[in-house]
């Protein structure tokens, strides 16, 4: 069994800076790409940015120059260090993370999800 688990959500006032965590934990044998999405209330889920297992990084249009993934293998962990943070990018914020388990079933496992709320 595999879980994902995300913290660092909350309430910040526009300009403040935000680091959401995500925590993979279970019967993981790899890990591959991680990846942050958001969605907002009444609108579809989508990327913010993704990490592969070697490092390189690929950013949504919105969100380049203040956000940066990054990632802990030793700790199965991937960040997100959000800075100058909008109104707009209030959203509940999701992290992935495609893996093999130890059971070599390969997959794609989401976490629960961390409300972001930016006040103006």
């Known amino acids: 069994q595999v879980q994902l688990v995300e913290s660092g959500g909350g309430l910040v006032q526009t300009g403040g800076s935000l680091r959401l965590s995500c925590a993979a934990s279970?019967?993981?044998?790899?890990?591959?790409?991680m990846g942050w999405y958001r969605q907002a209330p009444g609108k579809q889920r989508d990327l913010v940015a993704v990490i592969t297992s070697s490092g390189g990084t690929n950013y949504a249009d919105s969100v380049k120059g203040r956000f940066t993934i990054s990632r802990d293998n030793a700790k199965n962990t991937v960040y997100l260090q959000m800075n100058s943070l909008k109104p707009e990018d209030t959203a509940v914020y999701y992290c992935n993370a495609l893996l093999q388990t130890l059971a070599a079933s390969r997959g794609l496992y989401w976490g629960q999800g961390t409300q972001v709320t930016v006040s103006s």
């Open positions: 279970g019967s993981i044998f790899s890990i591959g790409a």
